[in-house]
């Protein structure tokens, strides 16, 4: 009796070397399959997911705080190269260009504006593209072209992302 109860200790020793072993090699094949570029490449999409969704978050609310700005500022927008205030009014834009369209071409060459902003617009003895291109615009009454803008917030209507305190 006592040598069959030895064997049953052995065996059972043994059937418990097993699992905890079998146990073992579960958990590092679990381990593995977890750090295969699978999973890691479902994790990192899941990530970038996360992050895409909480910019758009943001990017809404940023917009709806430029809206709200824009609505209180006062001033007319012309988008040259970056958005600038302008002292000019649509009748303003609309007097230079009669006045430039009537220059000759040779006065059209030295021909520069600074549309009523800090920055200026000139052409040059090669090319007088700079100026008759607004000036085209402006006799058709295509304002938009010119990215000008009677308001700030007329600007923000087409340019929400931007933050009105950006127009210089």
Known sequence: MMDKLKQNKIWLTVIVF??????????MLNQ?????PAAQESSYSSSVKASSSSE???EKVNEKAYAKKASKMKGHVL???EPLYTKWSRDDFRRWAK??????????????????????????EIDIRPL???ADAVNKDDFESISYFETVKEF?????????????
Request: no cysteine; hydrophobic share 30%.
């Open 99 to 124: 006045e430039y369209s009537a220059l000759s071409d040779s006065d059209k060459h030295k021909a520069s504006s600074n549309f009523g902003t800090t920055q200026t617009i000139s052409n040059d």
């Open 132 to 134: 008759s291109n607004y």
């Open 79 to 81: 988008g040259i190269s």
């Open 156 to 168: 923000n209507k087409k340019h929400p992302a931007i933050n009105p305190d950006d127009i210089k």
């Open 18 to 27: 097993g699992v905890v072993i079998v146990i073992i090699l579960l958990m």
């Open 56 to 58: 758009v978050d943001q």
């Open 32 to 36: 593995q399959n977890q750090n295969s």
